[in-house]
T-cell receptor, first 113, second 110 residues
Framework: KAGVTQTPRYLIKTRGQQVTLSCSPI?????VSWYQQTPGQGLQFLFE???????NKGNFPGRFSGRQFSNSRSEMNVSTLELGDSALYLC????????????FGPGTRLTVT | QKEVEQNSGPLSVPEGAIASLNCTYS??????FFWYRQYSGKSPELIMS??SNGDKEDGRFTAQLNKASQYVSLLIRDSQPSDSATYLC??????????WGAGTKLIIKP
């Protein structure tokens, strides 16, 4: 079974730009969660989608948004990028209805200059 | 504020010895608990999940859970240099959201 995939793997953007990251979950998994990881803050929860609905949301500004498609693929968008948005963005998928275990993709390393 | 506390380390353990990683959590409603391993520059990898009080063994790994004490631990037997990584403890809260500890950096010395 293929794992969670994320694209792109690396991204360099300029302050003020926007960015869209993509995540394809493990086949059959309907839950996708997004996290931001920085050396200083550790893993921070952004949001979770299940069957195209946002089910949970972390404490991030409205510049961070996401969505999930009918095939469970998910995207997250960050608008008006700030230097502090430089981080590793991780998505994790879960079947949820059979198991709460979350499996992570390789992440997207975003650098904002 | 739901909190998860882990000793940040680094925890240095000789090769072949038992590594013991500890985690305490504040949310009494947590029923599911997960341990992840994260190598530097990589994404977290699920090692163990535990849902009931007591021990759960999987190969060289044993997870221990004590809900009354709000304590969960991970033991790694016969530690290998490849076990050197940061280990993250993550209880799941009543909203099915993982609450993450800062992680313990483990170093296995050959």
């Amino acid at each position: 079974k293929a794992g969670v995939t994320q694209t792109p793997r690396y991204l360099i953007k300029t302050r003020g730009q926007q960015v869209t990251l993509s995540c394809s979950p493990i086949s059959g998994h309907r839950s996708v969660s997004w996290y931001q990881q920085t050396p200083g803050q550790g893993l921070q929860f952004l949001f979770e989608y299940f069957s195209e609905t946002q089910r949970n949301k972390g404490n991030f500004p409205g510049r961070f948004s996401g969505r999930q498609f009918s095939n469970s693929r998910s995207e997250m968008n960050v608008s008006t990028l700030e230097l502090g948005d430089s981080a590793l963005y991780l998505c994790a998928s879960s079947s949820w209805d059979r198991s709460y275990e979350q499996y992570f993709g390789p992440g997207t390393r975003l650098t904002v200059t | 504020q739901k909190e998860v506390e882990q000793n940040s380390g680094p925890l240095s353990v000789p090769e072949g010895a038992i590594a013991s990683l500890n985690c305490t959590y504040s949310d009494r409603g947590s029923q599911s608990f997960f341990w992840y391993r994260q190598y530097s520059g990589k994404s977290p990898e699920l090692i163990m999940s535990i849902y009931s009080n007591g021990d759960k063994e999987d190969g060289r790994f044993t997870a221990q859970l004590n809900k009354a004490s709000q304590y969960v631990s991970l033991l790694i037997r016969d530690s290998q240099p490849s076990d050197s990584a940061t280990y993250l403890c993550a209880p799941m809260d009543s909203n099915y959201q993982l609450i993450w500890g800062a992680g313990t950096k483990l170093i296995i010395k050959p």
